[in-house]
């Protein structure tokens, strides 16, 4: 069964880069039947959508955001991870990770998520 | 603002019938099927429940049932029970942009 586990900083200041992994188990990450994405939620709202890869290295970002998210996967390492510049309060969420359907594009799998602060 | 359109709130009694709308455009719910429904219980990781318009995955009770029409689509959940209570979210892949996928607002249903 598939599991994904988020880790990363708690908290990160005004400006600086958050950076979190996602550690695949279960699973493949060279899967070539799925997309691996990043998704997060502000405290007390909704679903937002960061961005998915592809193994091969095809990637979709939300345009909002598009200029400070960079997704990354390692196959050596099973992991994909998410790394947002010059965050601000309005970064500060749970952040998930997940498994995206290739051919259909539905969240299949998703991790417990981290909570992210941003505060100095 | 979300880019699809979900009511804040919803509510019905045991054993009723209750339906979720997700209102797009023609760059995404009316575009794609590729409609997908969350279920969201507090504090925990949103749940998969039905993807490409009306599809279930294995394991999701088929008291949930999903079904599209020009831009809006819509979830129907049959003979409601207490542990339905959550956020429901809807998505849909998007043409918009760097093309990526958009989500409602989430719609909170209370089980009276």
């Known amino acids: 069964q598939l599991q994904l586990q988020e880790s990363g900083p708690g908290r990160v200041k005004p400006s600086e880069t958050l950076s979190l992994t996602c550690t695949v188990a279960?699973?493949?990450?060279?899967?070539?039947?799925?997309?691996w994405g990043w998704i997060r939620q502000p405290p007390g709202k909704g679903l937002e959508w960061i961005g998915s890869?592809?193994?091969?290295?095809?990637?979709f970002h939300n345009p909002s955001l598009k200029s400070r998210v960079t997704i990354s996967v390692d196959t050596s390492k099973n992991h994909f991870s998410l790394k947002l510049d010059s965050v601000t309060a309005a970064d500060t969420a749970v952040y998930y990770c997940?498994?995206?359907?290739?051919?259909?594009?539905?969240?299949?799998?998703w991790g417990q998520g981290t909570l992210v602060t941003v505060s100095s | 603002q979300s880019a699809l359109t979900q009511p804040a709130s919803v509510s019905g009694s045991p054993g009723q019938s209750i339906t979720f709308s997700c209102t797009g455009g023609?760059?995404?719910?009316?575009?794609?099927?590729?409609v997908s429904w969350y279920q969201q219980h507090p504090a925990k990781a949103p749940k998969l429940m039905i993807y490409?318009?009306?599809k279930r995955p294995s394991g999701v009770s088929n008291r949930f049932s999903g079904s599209k029409s020009g831009n809006t689509a819509s979830l129907t959940i049959s003979g409601l029970q207490a542990d339905d209570e959550a956020d429901y979210y809807c998505s849909s892949y998007s043409i918009s942009g760097n093309s990526h996928v958009v989500f409602g607002g989430g719609t909170k249903l209370t089980v009276l």
């Open positions: 490409e318009v009306n």
């Open positions: 023609s760059s995404d719910v009316g575009l794609y099927n590729y």
């Open positions: 997940a498994r995206v359907g290739g051919g259909d594009w539905g969240v299949n799998s």
């Open positions: 279960g699973g493949s990450v060279s899967n070539r039947n799925c997309y």
């Open positions: 890869l592809h193994y091969s290295g095809n990637t």
